[in-house]
Each structure stands twice: as structure tokens, then as C-alpha cells.
């Protein structure tokens, strides 16, 4: 079975501060692995993916995460928040892409402070 | 181009009602993934279709149940509504075995 565990419901960070939002899963299979974000009121949108290939994925809005095998970690970065980034942020593992059944973690809401 | 949309936008039933929200996905795609999102909670993948089928499930009881119509529209119905049930409902839609799914903006219920 696959699981997600998203470390610290809450991060808060000062504006201009690096961004980082910690994922680990559990998978038996090769994951696919996705970062998304929530505004208020919102759907999700993808900020990323990682498939195959190169371990270092970059996504929208200057946000980037690293695939660790040996860890078994997703963790999403961005070097200096902006006040736009306040947002819920789910991890989500999947073995046979997106279009199977998804796993999200618990979220992880993102506070940025002026 | 129309992302995917979902209606109504919210909506207020009592227990023991019944529940019917609808999806059309993005256009082009074929399959449709519901879930359920709690108040401060991940998404919980409830089912997923394609070819008018439900093609996976996820642990969730019989009273959830779905349809996707020739024109890849779905519905989700949930029946004798708990007041757990009370959640924002999310549509989203992809191609077959892609695997970037787009989400529409959800259905929120509330069970009083």
C-alpha cells in the first residue's frame, strides 16, 4: 500500500525567507510522485511531478523538489517565498501515474509573513 | 478552453437525503477521479472512471456511487447522507494512463 506523510501541518516563513515543505512516502512500486497547491476556496493545481529521469523537478511559480530514493523523500523548495505562496500544499504518490488512484498527504499550510 | 467544472457549488442536505454532483472533465479527456476532502484533510480518492466504468475504488461504502456518460461526464450520488459526509467534493479529469490530472474547483456539501 501506498501513503504519503507531509512533516508539519504549519510552516511559517518570513517573506524573501527559503521555502521548504517536507514529503516522505511509502511505496512498493516505482512512485509517481506530485506537489500541488490549494488556495482558499480553490481546487488543487499541479506545481510539479516527477515520473522519471532526473531526480530534480521544477515547477511553477519557482518552486522545485527532489526525488531521494534511499530516503524515500519529496521535499518541496523555493528559494525566497512571496506573499502569494500562503496556500495548503499536499504531497500525492500514485504507481501508475496520475490517472490511477492518487495518494494525498494530510497538507501542509504555508504561512508568509511581511 | 474550458478546465474541468463541477456544480452546484455548494450545497446544503439533511440526513438521510440523497446527493447527486456532477463533473465535466477537461476537454479532450476521458477520465474522471472523484475524492473527498475533508475540513483540514487531504484529498481521499473515492473512485475513478472510465469507459463508463468504474475502473478503481477506493475504501469508501456502498452509499457512494457514480456514473460517467458517453460524453465523459460524470456524476457522483451518495445516498443516506451522514453527517460525516459534510466535505468539499473534487472532480478531476486526465487522459487514460496520463499522469497529470486537472481538478475542478469542487462541490462543497454540508449535512446538518
Known amino acids: 500500500a501506498q501513503s504519503v506523510t507531509q512533516l508539519g501541518s504549519h510552516v511559517s516563513v518570513s517573506e524573501g525567507a527559503l521555502v521548504l515543505l517536507r514529503c516522505n512516502y511509502s511505496s512498493s512500486v516505482p512512485p509517481y510522485l506530485f506537489w500541488y497547491v490549494q488556495y482558499p476556496n480553490q481546487g488543487l493545481q499541479l506545481l510539479l511531478k516527477?515520473?522519471?529521469?532526473?531526480?530534480l523537478v521544477k515547477g511553477i511559480n519557482g518552486f522545485e523538489a527532489e526525488f531521494k530514493k534511499s530516503e524515500t523523500s519529496f521535499h518541496l523548495t523555493k528559494p525566497s517565498a512571496h506573499m502569494s505562496d500562503a496556500a495548503e500544499y499536499f504531497c500525492a504518490v500514485s504507481d501508475q501515474g496520475g490517472g490511477f488512484k492518487t495518494i494525498f498527504g494530510a497538507g501542509t499550510r504555508l504561512f508568509v509573513k511581511a | 478552453d474550458a478546465g474541468v467544472t463541477q456544480s452546484p457549488t455548494h450545497l446544503i442536505k439533511t440526513r438521510g437525503q440523497q446527493v447527486t454532483l456532477r463533473c465535466s472533465p477537461k476537454?479532450?479527456?476521458?477520465?474522471v477521479s472523484w475524492y473527498q476532502q475533508a475540513l483540514g484533510q487531504g484529498p481521499q480518492f473515492i473512485f475513478q472512471?472510465?469507459?463508463?466504468?468504474?475502473?478503481q475504488r477506493g475504501n469508501f461504502p456502498d452509499r457512494f456511487s457514480g456514473h460517467q456518460f458517453p460524453n465523459y461526464s460524470s456524476e457522483l450520488n451518495v445516498n443516506a447522507l451522514l453527517l460525516g459526509d459534510s466535505a468539499l467534493y473534487l472532480c478531476?479529469?486526465?487522459?487514460?494512463?496520463?499522469?497529470?490530472?486537472?481538478f475542478g474547483p469542487g462541490t462543497r456539501l454540508l449535512v446538518l
Open positions: 516527477y515520473t522519471t529521469g532526473a531526480t
Open positions: 478531476a479529469s486526465s487522459l487514460d494512463r496520463q499522469e497529470t490530472q486537472y
Open positions: 476537454s479532450g479527456h476521458d477520465t
Open positions: 472512471y472510465y469507459e463508463e466504468e468504474e475502473r
